[in-house]
T-cell receptor
Framework: EADIYQTPRYLVIGTGKKITLECSQT?????MYWYQQDPGMELHLIHY???????EKGDLSSESTVSRIRTEHFPLTLESARPSHTSQYLC???????????FGQGTRLTVV | TQLLEQSPQFLSIQEGENLTVYCNSS?????LQWYRQEPGEGPVLLVT?????EVKKLKRLTFQFGDARKDSSLHITAAQPGDTGLYLC?????????FGAGTRLTVKP
């Protein structure tokens, strides 16, 4: 059983609000990822990190930002939420040199 | 165009039937993973295949990696309602991992 947690599980928020989606893992994994998942579409990588103070943008253009101050924590922030940000956000982690990803339960975000 | 094409997109079968779902690409991958995702949950890793032609079995599930390491299949024997879910394949290239859009399987009792 993977120990990776996302909060909140569900969030409904108004346009223009600033939000932070939390992701924490207790496995000591160096690699962490944020994916966006929409029905019928492939998971899109929006941010990743290979360790503390390392963050990179993925292949999907995103208006969100991330930080990696601690190994176990990889929060994602939207400065000004828009309806186009409505989606399922999945956080994952993995070991350096490994290929498998361990996912959290996801945050379903709805921006109204 | 998706890097990993999964087919079929949807599959609805009766309990006890056999099925095969596919994951195809024009790219070569160093490894390929299969995940299952249930509603409201994140994907859970089922298996990793690494060697071209490799076959792995997990109870009623059989996974195969193509000889050229560009494609994979998942075969389920005697499907059960508990097999219902979204089956995702993911390919690893260097430090990059790409996912397909998945096959949504429904097994009716």
């Amino acid at each position: 059983e993977a120990d990776i947690y996302q909060t909140p599980r569900y969030l409904v928020i108004g346009t223009g609000k600033k939000i932070t989606l939390e992701c924490s893992q207790t496995m000591g994994h160096d690699k962490m990822y944020w994916y966006q998942q929409d029905p019928g579409m492939e998971l899109h990588l929006i941010h990743y990190s290979y360790g503390v103070n390392s963050t990179e943008k993925g292949d999907l253009s995103s208006e969100s930002t991330v930080s990696r101050i601690r190994t176990e924590h990889f929060p994602l922030t939207l400065e000004s939420a828009r309806p186009s940000h409505t989606s399922q956000y999945l956080c994952a982690s993995g070991v350096t040199g490994g290929v498998e990803a361990f996912f959290g339960q996801g945050t379903r975000l709805t921006v109204v | 165009t998706q890097l990993l094409e999964q087919s079929p997109q949807f599959l609805s079968i009766q309990e006890g039937e056999n099925l095969t779902v596919y994951c195809n690409s024009s790219s070569v991958f160093s490894s390929l993973q299969w995940y299952r995702q249930e509603p409201g949950e994140g994907p859970v890793l089922l298996v990793t295949v690494v060697t071209g032609g490799e076959v792995k079995k997990l109870k009623r599930l059989t996974f195969q990696f193509g000889d050229a390491r560009k494609d994979s299949s998942l075969h389920i024997t005697a499907a059960q309602p508990g097999d219902t879910g979204l089956y995702l394949c993911a390919g690893a290239r260097n430090n990059d991992m790409r996912f397909g859009a998945g096959t949504r399987l429904t097994v009716k009792p």
